[in-house]
């Protein structure tokens, strides 16, 4: 059965940083592309950085230049920087893996910016 299980969220103050970490298991992991949404409360689920298995890149114009997301083949590991955060980044984030049809969740973790 495939997992992908998040970790890192949190209560961070604005201006500050968290570092979300995604480990799969049970995939070919260096074939698919990675990536990372989020849902806040009332709002669709939204697109916040994607790493193709070649390592290109694609962040939300959001979080461009605040957020980092980076793979580790060997470790089967996605990763998402996220610095200056802002109250507006408050929402569950949720890992995500796609290979052709298939596409994979995790069960997401809560990041929350707030003073």
């Known amino acids: 059965q495939v997992q992908l299980v998040e970790s890192g969220g949190g209560l961070v103050q604005p201006g500050g940083s968290l570092r979300l970490s995604c480990a799969a298991s049970r995939i070919v992991f260096r074939v698919y592309t990675m990536g990372w949404f989020r849902q806040a409360p009332g709002k669709q689920r939204e697109l916040v950085a994607q790493?193709?298995?070649?390592?290109?890149?694609n962040y939300a114009d959001s979080v461009k230049g605040r957020f980092t997301i980076s793979r580790d083949n060997a470790k089967s590991t996605v990763s998402l920087q996220m610095n200056s955060l802002k109250p507006d980044d408050t929402a569950a984030y949720y890992c995500?893996?796609?290979?052709?049809?298939?596409?994979?969740w995790g069960q997401g973790t809560q990041v929350t910016v707030s003073s």
């Open positions: 790493i193709t298995s070649s390592d290109s890149t």
């Open positions: 995500n893996a796609k290979y052709a049809t298939l596409d994979y």
